[in-house]
């Protein structure tokens, strides 16, 4: 969440940039491209995301911002289903014919390269992107970085592409079918320093983008659903915003509140159509609860998720008794019971396809937001 002052700040940097015709930054589409304006969520108030990037698909936020600036990442695997992706709007859409250069820094994280891509849309998909449907705009594999690949090492890339027009929606990450690997694996790489811009450019933004990046910037929820009257009351499934101990730096984290934590008991721990627990899995969610209890969270958020058979009406409430379910077992456990909120998504917030029954196993789950 940002305040007038810093507004203000912003704008007025823009209108440098829009009149700095020389530099080529000026035409940088991409809002906040080095992730050093980090977003306090309305929700919490705690650093969640950089200002002006939001989630994809309910999905997790991996994001730093210490002294020495921002990075942020996305999570590459063999599933779709545990992909997680960079999203933002550009400062203005993307003229027909043109082409644009991207460029930006990458760090492995110690992980092995995994190619990986840019895809731009005319319309918001972010929160029912289908990766696996889609060939990315720019595809960056290892001939695209500008010198060797080290596994701790920032790395730059570049890469070009022609626009069709009016492309004005980001995706960073992984895209493409699943892989036939033997087992699921993730990998998370973090990205900085990112512009992208038409290749032959007269150095001006489109005159709206000032317009734009205000309102990208007083966006300042990042959860799902819509804003509550109270915030106390907010029933949101919150990313997690995940920090990540980088081996040249020292300092800890600069942070403007503690970071959320989000953790998922599976909707098999259930009886089948019902908010009562599996006898057969009790060892699971007993586990899972000792976890919960040793991180000692101030507040917890508890959120039921069904996947799409049966009626919305039923799946609401069969989802919100089994959240009130898990906060049962909290309860017993010595957790203030005023201190968690229940709330029911029903079919609402898949994260995976309903089309397959492991998309559908997938959704019906628990999600628990740690603070």
């Given at each position: 969440?940002?305040?007038?002052?810093?507004?203000?700040?912003?704008?007025?940097?823009?209108?440098?940039?829009?009149?700095?015709?020389?530099?080529?930054?000026?035409?940088?589409?991409?809002?906040?491209?080095?992730?050093?304006?980090?977003?306090?969520?309305?929700?919490?108030?705690?650093?969640?995301?950089?200002?002006?990037?939001?989630?994809?698909?309910?999905?997790?936020?991996?994001?730093?911002?210490?002294?020495?600036?921002?990075?942020?990442?996305?999570?590459?695997?063999?599933?779709?289903?545990?992909?997680?992706?960079?999203?933002?709007?550009?400062?203005?859409?993307?003229?027909?014919?043109?082409?644009?250069?991207?460029?930006?820094?990458?760090?492995?994280?110690?992980?092995?390269?995994?190619?990986?891509?840019?895809?731009?849309?005319?319309?918001?998909?972010?929160?029912?992107?289908?990766?696996?449907?889609?060939?990315?705009?720019?595809?960056?594999?290892?001939?695209?970085?500008?010198?060797?690949?080290?596994?701790?090492?920032?790395?730059p890339f570049s890469g070009r592409f022609e626009a069709r027009g009016g492309?004005?929606?980001?995706?960073?990450?992984?895209?493409?079918?699943?892989?036939?690997?033997?087992?699921?694996?993730?990998?998370?790489?973090?990205?900085?320093?990112?512009?992208?811009?038409?290749?032959?450019?007269?150095?001006?933004?489109?005159?709206?983008?000032?317009?734009?990046?205000?309102?990208?910037?007083?966006?300042?929820?990042?959860?799902?659903?819509?804003?509550?009257?109270?915030?106390?009351?907010?029933?949101?499934?919150?990313?997690?915003?995940?920090?990540v101990e980088e081996e040249e730096e020292e300092a800890p984290a600069v942070?403007?509140?503690?970071?959320?934590?989000?953790?998922?008991?599976?909707?098999?721990?259930?009886?089948?159509?019902?908010?009562?627990?599996?006898?057969?899995?009790?060892?699971?969610?007993?586990?899972?609860?000792?976890?919960?209890?040793?991180?000692?969270?101030?507040?917890?958020?508890?959120?039921?998720?069904?996947?799409?058979?049966?009626?919305?009406?039923?799946?609401?409430?069969?989802?919100?008794?089994?959240?009130?379910?898990?906060?049962?077992?909290?309860?017993?456990?010595g957790f203030p019971a005023d201190n968690i909120v229940c709330d029911g998504?029903?079919?609402?917030?898949?994260?995976?396809?309903?089309?397959?029954?492991?998309?559908?196993?997938?959704?019906?789950?628990?999600?628990?937001?740690?603070?």
């Amino acid at each position: 969440m940002m305040n007038d002052v810093l507004l203000s700040r912003l704008l007025a940097g823009v209108g440098l940039l829009l009149s700095a015709c020389g530099f080529s930054s000026a035409q940088n589409l991409v809002a906040n491209a080095q992730f050093e304006d980090p977003n306090t969520c309305v929700e919490f108030n705690a650093t969640c995301a950089p200002e002006a990037w939001r989630e994809v698909n309910y999905g997790r936020t991996f994001y730093i911002n210490r002294e020495k600036g921002g990075k942020a990442g996305f999570m590459l695997s063999n599933n779709p289903n545990m992909r997680t992706f960079l999203f933002t709007e550009l400062l203005c859409p993307l003229e027909p014919g043109q082409s644009y250069k991207v460029t930006f820094d990458l760090n492995l994280r110690g992980a092995p390269f995994f190619p990986f891509g840019f895809w731009l849309s005319k319309e918001n998909l972010s929160e029912h992107f289908r990766p696996d449907t889609v060939a990315a705009t720019v595809d960056f594999s290892e001939g695209a970085s500008l010198k060797k690949l080290k596994k701790m090492v920032w790395v730059p890339f570049s890469g070009r592409f022609e626009a069709r027009g009016g492309e004005q929606f980001l995706y960073i990450g992984m895209m493409g079918p699943a892989t036939p690997d033997k087992y699921d694996w993730t990998s998370v790489f973090y990205i900085d320093n990112i512009t992208l811009e038409p290749v032959r450019g007269n150095g001006d933004l489109c005159a709206t983008a000032p317009e734009k990046l205000k309102a990208l910037y007083a966006y300042d929820r990042r959860h799902v659903g819509e804003p509550q009257e109270e915030i106390e009351q907010k029933q949101d499934s919150i990313p997690v915003a995940a920090e990540v101990e980088e081996e040249e730096e020292e300092a800890p984290a600069v942070l403007a509140a503690p970071q959320p934590d989000t953790l998922l008991l599976s909707g098999v721990c259930f009886d089948f159509n019902k908010s009562t627990l599996n006898a057969h899995y009790a060892a699971v969610t007993d586990s899972l609860a000792d976890k919960i209890m040793a991180r000692h969270p101030q507040k917890i958020l508890i959120n039921g998720h069904t996947d799409n058979i049966g009626t919305d009406e039923f799946n609401r409430t069969l989802s919100l008794a089994r959240a009130h379910t898990a906060a049962g077992i909290l309860v017993t456990k010595g957790f203030p019971a005023d201190n968690i909120v229940c709330d029911g998504k029903g079919e609402s917030l898949p994260v995976a396809t309903n089309d397959t029954e492991s998309g559908r196993a997938a959704n019906r789950r628990i999600e628990f937001i740690l603070w």
